[in-house]
């Protein structure tokens, strides 16, 4: 099991695995499961590290059909300015490899933010913390684990 299984397991959280074989030639991680698990594109959200201008990381979730507003997410943060961070420096400060970041389980817990439109959701997908592995939970139910703020995250 995953730390992000296992997080989920140890707050007693309601929750369904689901996996499917993940393609080594994809990309775009958080699209390929939507289809593959046959999900509404709007319902898997894709977990994001970002750098602030004063060094902080944080993490950010939005829809996989989206793209993350960085503008948005640095105010969001109390910062004048936010890039993606680094690849090799999202999986050393998760403990996840790139397309298998979970929010849930991660070996630093940062600052979190959710995209406003999981609230309107009763369930949503993120990854279980390898690719080829979806967790489906309540959008509150990540909120409470992770400490995130809901905030408009997301542009198309």
């Not at 080829?132 to 409470?144: N, Q, R």
């Amino acid at each position: 099991m995953t730390p992000a299984v296992r997080a989920l397991e140890a707050a007693g959280t309601d929750f369904h695995l689901t996996e499917y074989a993940h393609d080594p030639r994809a990309e775009a991680f958080g699209e390929e499961a939507a289809k593959a698990l046959a999900l509404p594109a709007e319902t898997v959200f894709k977990t994001l590290l970002a750098r602030l201008d004063d060094g902080r990381l944080v993490v950010a979730m939005v829809p996989v059909n989206a793209r993350l507003d960085l503008k948005a997410l640095a105010r969001a943060a109390g910062a004048r300015k936010a890039t993606l961070a680094e690849p090799a420096l999202a999986e050393r400060t998760t403990g996840y490899v790139v397309g298998g970041i979970s929010p849930l389980g991660q070996k630093k817990r940062l600052p979190a933010f959710l995209d406003e439109s999981a609230s309107a959701l009763a369930t949503l997908h993120v990854s279980g913390g390898r690719r080829g592995l979806e967790i489906s939970l309540a959008p509150e139910d990540l909120v409470a684990l992770t400490g995130a703020r809901l905030v408009g995250l997301s542009r198309s």
